[in-house]
C-alpha cells in the first residue's frame, strides 16, 4: 500500500474563527493556496506566516485586493476549474476555503474532495458553517 499522507479537515464558522487557525497551523515551510480570498485579507494575514501563499478568487472583489496588496501572488480563477489551478505549478501542502457565502454544503464539499485528491495536502481549513454545524452532529460509531 502507497504510504498517503493524511489530511486534517478543519470546518470553520465565520471568518474570525477561520483566520484564527492559520498563527496555529501555517509555519514558514507552508505552500497554501487560498480559494475565495475576496478582499485578500486572510491570503495576506497567512502570507505573513507561511512560506509561499497563492489566492484565486472569480469575483469582482479580486481588483480591489490586487490594489490592496500588491505583493501578493493573487489570480482570477473559478476554484472549480482545477485543472487551472494546476496550470500554476504550485505543490500546496495547506488550502483554505472560503467560497461558502453563496454555496451549498454539498458544492463545498464537492470542492474539498477535489482538492484533496489532486494535492494530498496535509491541511484544508473550510469556511462554512452549514460544514461545521453538520460534523459537529456527527460522531464516529
Not at 489532486?118 to 460509531?141: D, H, M, N, W, Y
Request: with cysteine; aromatic share 12%; charged share 25%.
Amino acid at each position: 500500500m502507497e504510504n498517503q499522507r493524511k489530511c486534517l479537515i478543519i470546518p470553520t464558522k465565520g471568518v474570525k474563527e477561520y483566520r484564527a487557525t492559520v498563527p496555529k497551523y501555517i509555519n514558514s515551510h507552508d505552500i497554501v493556496l487560498e480559494i475565495g480570498f475576496a478582499w485578500g485579507t486572510t491570503t495576506n494575514l497567512i502570507a505573513q506566516y507561511a512560506k509561499k501563499v497563492v489566492g484565486i478568487d472569480k469575483g469582482e472583489s479580486y481588483w480591489t485586493a490586487v490594489k490592496t496588496y500588491p505583493d501578493l501572488e493573487l489570480y482570477k480563477l473559478d476554484g472549480f476549474r482545477i485543472d487551472s489551478v494546476l496550470d500554476l505549478g504550485y505543490d500546496f501542502n495547506k488550502i483554505y476555503i472560503d467560497i461558502s457565502g453563496c454555496r451549498s454544503i454539498f458544492q463545498v464539499m464537492k470542492i474539498v474532495l477535489m482538492y484533496k485528491g489532486a494535492f494530498r495536502p496535509e491541511l484544508i481549513v473550510v469556511k462554512s458553517t452549514q460544514l461545521k454545524r453538520f460534523v459537529s452532529e456527527c460522531s464516529l460509531g
